[in-house]
Nanobody, 116 residues
Framework: QVQLVQSGGGLVQAGGSLTLSCAASRITNRINGIGWYRQAPGKQREWVASASSSGNSNYADSVVGRFAISRDNAKNAVYLQMNNLKPEDTAVYYC??????????WGRGTQVTVSS
């Protein structure tokens, strides 16, 4: 069973930057789309960004111009570079991977806290 292992996150001041990483526990060529969601306290989980297997990237309006997603297919990894962070970016960030047969794998989440 492939698992997604997350790293990165932490505490940063507003305007700062962080990078999140997420990698599959073993190499597989079965990952289709891959990306990130986040969940702030008391709010529903929201989609942040995604990268397709063909290299197309998409972003939520709230992060356009500040966040950048990239994937390394050889490593089955996805990264989220977050710049100009705002207090409203504070959330637990989850990576996900779309697998065959409509299966979605999730990382365990990593906390990002942005202080004002």
């Amino acid at each position: 069973q492939v698992q997604l292992v997350q790293s990165g996150g932490g505490l940063v001041q507003a305007g700062g930057s962080l990078t999140l990483s997420c990698a599959a526990s073993r190499i597989t060529n079965r990952i289709n789309g891959i990306g990130w969601y986040r969940q702030a306290p008391g709010k529903q989980r929201e989609w942040v960004a995604s990268a397709s297997s063909s290299g197309n990237s998409n972003y939520a309006d709230s992060v356009v111009g500040r966040f950048a997603i990239s994937r390394d297919n050889a490593k089955n990894a996805v990264y989220l570079q977050m710049n100009n962070l705002k207090p409203e970016d504070t959330a637990v960030y989850y990576c996900y991977a779309e697998m065959p047969l409509n299966t979605v794998l999730w990382g365990r989440g990593t906390q990002v806290t942005v202080s004002s």
